[in-house]
């Protein structure tokens, strides 16, 4: 059976699901995902593997209107990688999907400019319909369903739970059809194409994510500063910089006598050790560097370079 193979770009605006979707498709946790908006910073590649073939999954950063330099990196990322994919996999919220008017086919926007922008590249599209578990009368569905139906520049529809993984299966099914022919692009045991060191430091933003609150997540930046693997413990000693915006930020996190940042830094430790499957040891430092979401060179030294 000749086999397909393909890099699909998975796009959305934030909190729509799209890394709980790719970590549902791969069966690991690849990328963080908590229930603020505009978690995903950077592109996450995630490989699926099947008798078909291969789908390169590319996890990109929620389409938002973007002010600060790191919002703006955020939204290029992600439509930055129109040109490059062989398809897209175009996800909306059940509830943005279903207060949705006009007509033929209509969806508002981000979703419009995407889809746009897609077509004007000539890339196929499917939409996935997240969220579906949470209605409580499924038959308002068919009518939503009915309408995208209309839309000329999708190619298939179909209702999920990424969460549950409800028709995730029948997702992947049609999302086949839209790739080209060809060998596999990575070897079947790769998952990613992200570093160990990559997946340490967005483990710790996810829990900085989970426990701060207001605006401070998106002011922190977590730079992996020393990795040592130690071959005849089997372990593995992480230092880590945990850089925000001001002196505020950081009393924040160091939380009262240092509660916060010991408890922040366990939870990942945990989680670390769980990605490596060995013992992880991590140490965790603040620093304060001013204005870093605004200024390109911070940006870029901190891991936010425009690819």
Request: hydrophobic content about 40%; cysteine-free; charged content about 25%.
């Amino acid at each position: 059976m000749e086999t397909v193979a393909g890099t699909i770009a998975i796009l959305g605006r934030p909190n729509v699901g799209k890394s709980t979707l790719l970590n549902r498709i791969v069966g690991e946790k690849l990328a963080i995902v908590t229930p603020k908006p505009q978690t995903t910073r950077n592109r996450i590649t995630g490989v699926y593997n099947h008798e078909r073939g291969q789908i390169v999954f590319v996890d990109t950063p929620g389409v938002h209107g973007a002010k600060k330099g790191l919002n703006r990196f955020m939204v290029g990322e992600a439509m930055g990688m129109i040109q490059e994919i062989d398809a897209a996999l175009v996800v909306i919220d059940v509830d943005v999907a279903m207060q949705v008017g006009g007509g033929k086919g209509g969806v508002g926007d981000p979703e419009g400019t995407i889809l746009r922008q897609l077509g004007e590249a000539g890339r196929p599209i499917a939409l996935a319909v997240n969220k579906v578990d949470t209605l409580k009368a499924k038959t308002l569905l068919l009518p939503v369903l009915e309408r995208l139906g209309q839309n000329e520049l999708l190619r298939a529809i179909v209702p999920v739970s990424a969460t549950k993984g409800t028709n995730v299966d029948h997702l992947i099914g049609e999302l086949w059809a839209l790739l080209p022919a060809g060998p596999p692009l990575y070897a079947p045991e790769m998952l990613t194409d992200r570093s160990e060191r990559f997946l340490a430091s967005e483990l710790i933003r996810e829990q900085l994510f989970l426990s701060l609150r207001q605006e401070i997540p998106y002011a922190v930046a977590v730079v992996i500063d020393e990795w040592q693997e130690r071959e005849g413990k089997g372990d593995v000693v992480i230092s880590a910089s945990i850089v925000v915006e001001r002196e505020g930020q950081r009393a924040v996190i160091l939380g009262h006598k240092g509660a916060m940042i010991r408890e922040l830094g366990t939870r990942a430790r945990l989680a670390i050790s769980d990605l490596l499957q060995r013992p992880a040891h991590l140490k965790l430092h603040i620093t304060v560097d001013p204005d870093w979401t605004t200024s390109p060179a911070a940006l870029e030294r901190y891991g936010y370079r425009s690819s």
